[in-house]
């Protein structure tokens, strides 16, 4: 794993190099290349990005290098460091920042410091046995600019300000100043081609077994022929011209996933002009299926259950435009009560359901866009709501523990099928069926509203909040409204019972459970630019949740009294506010609710209803 230096260590290093003794090693072995060991050049272009290795042969144990590398400016524009290869990446490294002017005017030196681990258990010394060995590499880019094409840049040992020359040590700490050959960088005439369409490296999810077609563009800047190849794991695409000349082609691919393809598939595109330079991409066709989700519940056996329909379409390249969902059940466990159909689906041409088409226990839901009116097209690329399915159930206590499964059973292209905007693609997606649980009344643990089998947590009294404040946006299924009956008084899903569970969480055992005698009530004090509101109660309240009408009448700055805390939705008519005490405590005749008025008459606000709670977590009587 690649590391950075410390500047302890670095500072360390040049210390030591100062008062060294530079010199060859006596063997004269110790060499190093910047290109090619044998100084032949690297042939380049101009605009580029460019590899130098870094060669390197000895024949003892090296373990500190700092290697410099100086390039000329007018031929390299940027300078990215440098990359071990090899042993060298097990090292502790760092890249300087590139100096310009060093070793002198028009050159720019850049350098690679690394020193072996002696915390291993041997050293991880580098020691090529007297063999050239690539061990890293600098990357440099060259410059954009034609004049350079045909010329000769040299590549030169560089120095830094910091750490100097180029130097290695030994083992024993000995500095060694090793030979360097520097490779020259040669730049062609021609360059090669390039592919501008599609992207290298790009990522399309397409749905099957829908058409994916996409241009293939390929440009040669010295208006070369160009010759487009393609490698493609299947045979049933297509790869058609569209337009060529020289300097320029263009071709489409398309293709048909299998309805079985999930999987992601390869594209290997090459462009080649006429001087055999080349441009390779890879493009990366991530197949899947168009998924549907039935959602599973959990109920009490005579209590109501119900099951989300969802879709997922990841492709691109998806358009669908019709349904038709068939769906089997036990009877005996479930009783069709109706359908609710989400909002996309809305302005659809045909929505419609048929209740036992196939017998007791069955369901068929169809929907169609119309697809001669623009504003409901058929489905792309998204997540949609298709509805949701209700059910009663039996008042059976054999149910308790039984699983009954929505079946959607897959026949023929009559039952579970999408189709195309045309209607005649019409293919099975990737059902995920639901089920609903019978629980057992034994099996609710009271205070678990959150449901993950922890009662009486800070995520309970998240979810319960959320649930108070907003119970369209945020809905308790029947476990969760039997454990929401936190203080045990038979009444569910009250501001008493979340008093109650803060109580718990916060390590108190308070008194409650059996109700309360005392009498409260609300108390309106209205006024022109203000409105607040009071419990009158004969003790400490704990909490309350009000919901306020203020039609017609704009109100803003909503807050609570010091000590209470306050979440509310206010929909630009009906504020719910839910004010509470975290805390084992509560307040008495202060304003539990306020705002301020900003437009209307404060006479036409009003209170639809309200719960108050004591602080032990007792539902107060109205």
């Not at 099957?208 to 299947?234: G, K, M, R, S």
């Amino acid at each position: 794993m690649r590391k950075l230096i410390s500047a302890f260590v670095i500072g360390l290093t040049v210390v030591t190099m100062t008062v060294g003794v530079f010199g060859q090693d006596p063997g004269g072995i110790d060499s190093l290349a910047f290109g090619n060991p044998d100084g032949s050049a690297i042939e380049v272009f101009i605009d580029d990005e460019i590899s130098v290795p870094i060669w390197l042969k000895c024949d003892e144990n090296i373990a500190f290098v700092h290697f410099c590398l100086a390039t000329e400016n007018n031929f390299i524009s940027d300078r990215f460091g440098a990359i071990p290869n090899g042993i060298l990446e097990q090292w502790t490294l760092d890249s300087p920042q590139p100096v310009d002017g060093w070793p002198e005017d028009g050159l720019t030196s850049q350098s690679l410091v690394g020193i072996a681990d002696f915390s291993l258990p041997e050293t991880n010394y580098i020691n090529t046995n007297g063999e050239w060995v690539e061990i890293g590499a600098f990357i440099v880019r060259s410059a954009n600019n034609p004049d350079l094409m045909g010329q000769t840049s040299q590549l030169y040992p560089g120095e830094d300000p910091v750490e100097g020359i180029t130097m290695m040590f030994d083992e024993l700490w000995s500095p060694i100043v090793p030979g360097i050959v520097s490779s020259p960088l040669e730049f062609l005439v021609n360059s090669p081609p390039g592919i501008t369409s599609p992207i290298d490296e790009t990522t399309i999810p397409i749905n099957n077994p829908f058409d994916i077609a996409f241009p293939v563009i390929a440009v040669d800047d010295d208006d070369d022929e160009i010759t487009l190849q393609i490698d493609f794991p299947y045979d049933n695409y297509e790869f058609t011209e569209v337009e060529s000349y020289p300097g320029y082609t263009h071709f489409e691919f398309s293709w048909t996933p299998p309805d079985s393809c999930s999987e992601i598939v390869d594209i290997n595109i090459t462009a080649v002009d006429v001087n055999n330079l080349d441009d390779e991409i890879n493009t990366y066709l991530d197949v899947q299926p168009i998924v549907v989700t039935v959602s599973s519940d959990t109920t009490l056996p005579g209590y109501p259950a119900s099951v989300d329909i969802n879709m997922t379409i990841n492709g691109e390249n998806s358009n669908i435009g019709s349904f038709n969902f068939s769906f089997i059940w036990d009877p005996n466990a479930l009783t069709f009560q109706s359908v609710f159909f989400g909002p996309d689906f809305a302005d659809w041409e045909y929505m419609n359901f048929t209740v036992d088409p196939d017998g007791p226990g069955t369901l068929r839901l169809l929907g169609m866009a119309n697809h001669d009116v623009g504003e409901n097209p058929p489905l792309t690329q998204g997540e949609y709501f298709v509805g949701t399915i209700y059910f009663t159930t039996l008042g059976d206590p054999e149910l308790q523990g039984i699983v009954a499964p929505l079946d959607m059973p897959v026949n023929d292209l009559a039952n579970n099928v999408l189709s195309d905007s045309s209607g005649y693609l019409v293919f099975h997606p990737l059902v995920h069926q639901g089920d609903v649980t019978f629980i057992d009344f034994g099996d609710v643990l009271v205070g678990d509203i959150n449901l993950n089998l922890l009662p009486f947590e800070t995520g309970d009294a998240v979810t319960f909040i959320d649930h108070l404040v907003d119970p369209v946006e945020f809905p308790f299924n029947i476990t969760q409204r039997f454990a929401s009956d936190c203080n045990q008084d038979g009444v569910p899903e009250t501001i008493a019972d979340l008093i109650f569970l803060f109580n718990v969480i916060n390590g108190d055992s308070p008194n409650a459970g059996g109700g309360s005698d005392v009498v409260a009530g609300m108390r309106f004090d209205r006024r022109e630019s203000a409105v607040s509101v009071q419990a009158q109660a004969e003790c400490p309240v704990g909490g309350a949740l009000i919901t306020i009408n203020h039609a017609g009448v704009i109100i803003d700055r909503i807050n609570t009294v010091d000590g209470m805390e306050i979440r509310y939705k206010d929909d630009g008519s009906i504020l719910t506010a839910l004010v509470y005490s975290s805390e084992f405590g509560g307040v008495n005749g202060s304003d539990l609710l306020s705002f301020d008025i900003i437009e209307g008459n404060p006479e036409n606000i009003t209170i639809d209803y309200f719960d108050i709670s004591d602080s032990d977590g007792n539902l107060l009587s109205k």
